[in-house]
């Protein structure tokens, strides 16, 4: 993926609704980093909480690639503007445990006057825990619009995605409002 093409991404996840549930699959950790990262920092400009729950990268990785594009990490967490979640902790322990995590973030938002919240949830602690069926109750149990301040992105890794047959993929991709590419 070019940054052409990371850049495009990026401008189709900020110009989506708040209520939007949609969806990305990326085709490489370094274009996901570049995804996330200008995302996050467009929505820290645009006075919106961002969420980032992730799968592989590790805290400091994700935490240098926000400082790479500009993002003080640690005054953003100290201010409660960047939330970053471990994946398996997020969705294996409690699978709904997130979504009740980002209504709280979506009051707290509305709150403190932000815009609301910006969310990009990585899914591939469904795949590492082998819980598909759970991953597939789960993505249609949700709403295509929410009815809070939330844009919401379910992130998958291309390989991840690729595993499941077909009908599975057609299931979450009919999911999400949009699929980002």
């Known amino acids: 993926m070019s940054s052409l093409s990371s850049s495009s991404v990026v401008q189709q996840m900020r110009h989506s609704n708040f209520h939007d549930h949609n969806m990305l699959i990326y085709p490489d950790l370094p274009s996901y980093r570049k995804i996330y990262s200008e995302s996050a920092n467009q929505a820290l400009d645009n006075n919106e909480t961002v969420l980032l729950i992730t799968t592989y990268d590790s805290f400091e990785t994700i935490k240098d690639s926000l400082t790479e594009a ?24 409690d699978t709904y445990g997130a979504v009740k995590f980002v209504t709280t973030l979506v009051k707290q ?8 919240v910006f969310a990009l949830t990585e ?23 929410f009815d809070i301040r939330l844009k919401a992105t379910c992130t998958y890794h291309k390989d991840d ?17 949009r699929v980002l590419a």
Do not use: C, W
């Open 109 to 116: 938002a509305e709150r403190d006057g932000k815009a609301g």
């Open 161 to 177: 995605f690729a595993t499941l047959p077909k009908e599975q993929q057609e299931i979450i991709l009919s999911a999400h409002n």
């Open 123 to 145: 899914m591939g602690s469904f795949f590492m825990a082998e819980r598909i069926a759970t991953l597939l109750e789960y993505e249609t149990s949700l709403q295509k619009k």
């Open 70 to 93: 500009g993002i003080s990490v640690n005054n953003e967490t100290k201010e409660g503007n960047l939330i970053i979640l471990d994946a398996v902790k997020a969705y294996q322990i």
